[in-house]
């Protein structure tokens, strides 16, 4: 690691570090145990570490993208949850000053420091831009399309989530064909997580084609675990969601 990287690493921790003194510990280990992560987690709420953002850290500066690279190195290096969710706050607020050739050489290594649904799905709203975007949409799809079978429960999730996230963020979407290429290989998978994304996936892709999806469900309604299809039929019209409960439990 490079020095002054390692600086600005132990600067973002400390400054998150001091705010916490006074936190309720009991109310954080429930929000650490809530979240699922082995990462130290310090209990500061969501607008008191937007705060903090805001206030700024000595790294800062007008080239947002090389901001962006520190924050980068940044979530790489720490083992705290706080210091890495500096790091989504500021691509929140400057994503669309950072190319996309940078964030597709970035972003997709994020994953691997993944060990929490939080910073999964935080990871998903910038991994789906990649997707949809032209400069970046192959890249990035044969990049899903190796997670799908990965070994690592977060890849295998993002494979799936990162296609659509919410669909209605997007204004463009991957063919159905192809979204099934990603769902059938997952539909059994053991992990809770990986579940989740599976009616994730599902639900949102019933957003955008209805009624391939219903039928899709409806065919493979007996191979779809009790966690997806909870998740898939949570935006279903009301005679859609009953005929498929009934279908299910018969």
Do not use: C
């Not at 044969?142 to 989530?161: A, D, M, V, Y």
Request: charged share 30%.
């Amino acid at each position: 690691m490079k020095p002054d990287l390692n600086k600005y690493t132990k600067e973002v921790e400390d400054t998150l570090n001091r705010l916490s003194i006074k936190k309720d510990k009991e109310k954080t280990e429930k929000l650490k145990k809530y979240i699922g992560t082995n990462l130290n987690v310090l209990g500061l709420v969501s607008k008191l570490q937007n705060e903090t953002h805001k206030s700024g850290f000595s790294f800062f500066s007008d080239d947002k993208e090389k901001t962006f690279l520190i924050f980068n190195d940044i979530y790489i290096q720490s083992k705290s949850f706080e210091a890495k969710n500096q790091a989504f706050i500021y691509l929140d607020k400057n994503y669309k000053h950072i190319s996309y050739k940078t964030q597709l050489k970035t972003l997709p290594h994020w994953v691997k420091q993944v060990d929490n649904w939080a910073h999964s799905d935080g990871l998903s709203k910038y991994l789906t831009r990649l997707v949809e975007h032209p400069e970046s949409q192959n890249e990035m799809l044969t990049i899903l399309k190796k997670w799908n079978g990965s070994k690592n429960l977060w890849e295998r999730r993002q494979s799936l989530i990162a296609l659509y996230y919410y669909a209605r963020t997007k204004k463009q979407h991957v063919s159905f064909d192809l979204t099934l290429e990603f769902v059938k290989p997952l539909l059994n998978d053991k992990e809770y997580y990986v579940q989740k994304a599976v009616g994730w996936i599902l639900r949102e892709t019933y957003n955008v084609y209805p009624k391939q999806a219903y039928q899709f469900m409806e065919e493979h309604i007996k191979y779809i675990t009790p966690t997806a299809f909870t998740t898939s039929i949570e935006k279903m019209k009301g005679e859609e969601k009953l005929a498929l409960k009934q279908k299910r439990k018969k």
